[in-house]
């Protein structure tokens, strides 16, 4: 009996080791943990007045270009598990007064981070979205698109401040002037305030670049490097997956790099992406 019961404490310590250890295993790199856990830029924050107040938000574009740059191209997942229309109703629209129609969706999406059973993040997110048109089908259609991203934007919100998360506390303390994280912050000389500066990272070579006589070394603008970022989320995964590959050696980029989102940076990343895809015969944003 005694040889029994020291068997079974052995059986059941092993388990319970198994279990912690399964616990406090994650699946984001270094790396992943430091952008998820750097404060917010307020250039990438939109603000709009509802209700006469002002609200902040992150756009949807910007929420994917960043899932990309986190987590990589492939490196994530985007399921709507529900969608509903809870009204259609005629309604009057503009300033004339024309007939038209108001539709409301109601969404639920869910976001897979990583690969394999036990090496993977689930989060989900509720959204709505409203949409206003003479053309009903084209109501439709504006209210579902907004109350997916918005369910979206809401899953993503809970992997932290770069997806909005910062703007959830009342006094913004997570969100900066610049893409520098707080280890970057320095004390200014001339009048002892605390401000942020972004600093050129060894694993993003774009950081600090100047044009200079290069045109192809101009930065693209945030939005142009989102909807590059959108367009190749979109690719099918063997497509995508060679493009990864294609880039990573045209461009140099280091193995250790997981992800070369933050790689697409200036003009001529767009130009070879642009012909790549079109010898791909892959649209074009």
Not at 80 to 108: F, H, P
Request: hydrophobic share 35%; with cysteine.
């Amino acid at each position: 009996m005694g040889l029994l019961q020291e068997r079974a404490q052995i059986t059941s310590s092993a388990i319970n080791s198994s279990q912690f250890t399964a616990m406090t295993t994650t699946v984001f790199s270094a790396e992943q943990i430091a952008a998820l856990s750097a404060p917010l830029d307020r250039a990438k924050v939109q603000t709009r007045s509802q209700a006469g107040r002002s609200l902040t938000y992150l756009e949807g574009w910007q929420a994917i270009a960043e899932a990309n740059r986190i987590f990589g191209f492939d490196g994530w997942q985007r399921q709507t598990v529900a969608l509903r229309c809870v009204n259609q109703s005629e309604r009057t629209i503009g300033r004339d007064q024309k007939s038209g129609w108001g539709v409301t969706y109601t969404a639920r999406v869910r976001i897979t981070v990583g690969e394999g059973a036990g090496s993977q993040v689930i989060r989900e997110g509720s959204g709505a979205g409203h949409g206003i048109d003479a053309d009903l089908g084209q109501a439709h259609e504006s209210a579902l698109k907004e109350a997916e991203t918005d369910a979206m934007k809401r899953a993503l919100m809970t992997f932290g401040n770069p997806f909005g998360l910062a703007l959830y506390d009342k006094q913004q303390r997570q969100v900066t002037h610049s893409e520098g994280d707080s280890s970057q912050a320095h004390t200014s000389a001339s009048n002892g305030t605390r401000s942020i500066q972004r600093r050129p990272s060894p694993t993003a070579p774009c950081s600090g670049r100047e044009a200079g006589d290069d045109p192809g070394l101009t930065p693209l603008d945030p939005a142009t490097t989102g909807k590059i970022l959108v367009t190749l989320r979109g690719l099918p995964r063997p497509v995508l997956e060679d493009f990864t590959k294609a880039f990573r050696k045209r461009f140099q980029v280091p193995q250790e790099a997981n992800s070369i989102a933050d790689r697409i940076c200036q003009k001529r990343h767009h130009d070879w992406i642009e012909a790549y895809l079109v010898q791909q015969r892959q649209p074009v944003s």
